[in-house]
């Protein structure tokens, strides 16, 4: 079909970042969200990490800059099945969308793109 005898296609594969949900950044307010998104250029890629251990969501993921300072968290009420997937192995990632300033140059929300990462 198409293919000449002795000839053999085989498929590439491939890196895809697969869209799962835009949201923000809860409790920017409690770490040093205004001097770590002060980049010029291309929006910064996050990291996300469970933190099984928090007191306070046993489902929670901290969202980090590149070079590990904290920004926040994802929001409690989108956080189940992202932590779910992330306990299952898959790699999950984030991209800031926009950031929104608040009073006295201060960040006041910062908006993110959050995807699975296949390989």
């Keep these: 079909m198409g293919a000449t005898a002795g000839t053999v296609e085989i498929a590439i594969p491939f890196t895809a970042e697969i869209f799962l949900i835009d949201t923000h950044i809860?409790?920017?307010?409690?770490?040093a969200a205004a001097e770590a998104l002060t980049?010029?250029?291309?929006?910064p890629a996050l990291t996300l990490r469970r933190e099984p251990g928090n007191p306070y969501d046993a489902l929670a993921i901290e969202v980090l800059?590149?070079?590990?300072?904290?920004?926040?968290?994802?929001?409690?009420?989108i956080n189940p099945i992202l932590a779910r997937l992330?306990?299952?192995?898959?790699?999950l990632g984030a991209v800031v969308?926009?950031?929104?300033?608040?009073?006295?140059?201060?960040?006041g929300e910062v908006a993110i793109h959050i995807f699975l990462k296949e390989a």
């Design 97 to 107: 969308t926009r950031v929104h300033q608040g009073a006295h140059g201060t960040v």
């Design 65 to 77: 800059t590149a070079d590990g300072k904290k920004l926040g968290y994802v929001p409690r009420k």
């Design 86 to 91: 992330m306990d299952a192995g898959k790699m």
């Design 26 to 31: 809860a409790g920017l307010a409690y770490y």
């Design 39 to 43: 980049v010029e250029g291309e929006p």
